[in-house]
């Protein structure tokens, strides 16, 4: 699970380590996830791995993907949560904070679904839950590169969702919203 230091990634880590799942929670904020990795693992008697990660960097998720195969992991549910947004008028904003936004929220998801998906094709079960918004349904002025990215990971979502029909895998995309 990525973004798992705060905020839905560490309530639904809770939620998964509460019904028995061991985890494997990544974030950049070390510290955090740590801290919640032990409780997890004290509270519920679940295997809690952290990996210190900027999902937004390919080097990162690079890195990451081999630390999971080197420490003999099977992902069987993948929760892309990261995400982060910004809010302004488009021509005002940072371009580089904009651009980073896309790879974390854009990127990553593509990135780490393509690493992991195929595992579970052909184990024929898994899930992969993906964090889009309600935003991603329709155009929102002062967050155009935010909405725009949710928008990107619900209908990358829908898509692959429907490739996977009947493989024993589901991908569904999670939209919370205000």
Known sequence: MTGASSGIGAD???ELAARGHDLALVARREDRMRELAEELAERHAVR?????CDVAEPEGRARLI???AERGLTV???IN???FGSGGTFHALDGEGETGMVRTN??????????????????????????????????????ATYGASKAFVLSF??????????????????????
């Open 66 to 68: 081999g630390e999971v």
């Open 106 to 143: 854009v990127e990553a998801v593509v990135a780490l679904t393509s690493a992991w998906l195929p595992g579970m094709v052909e184990r024929r079960r898994g899930a992969v839950l993906n964090l889009a918004s309600l935003i991603a349904f329709q155009p929102v002025p002062f967050q």
């Open 12 to 14: 639904m880590a809770r």
């Open 48 to 52: 809690a791995e952290t990996f210190g």
């Open 81 to 83: 949560n990261a995400g």
């Open 76 to 78: 069987e549910i993948l």
């Open 157 to 178: 979502t829908q898509a692959v969702h429907e490739e996977v029909r009947g493989t024993g895998v589901t991908i569904t995309a999670l939209c919370p919203g205000p």
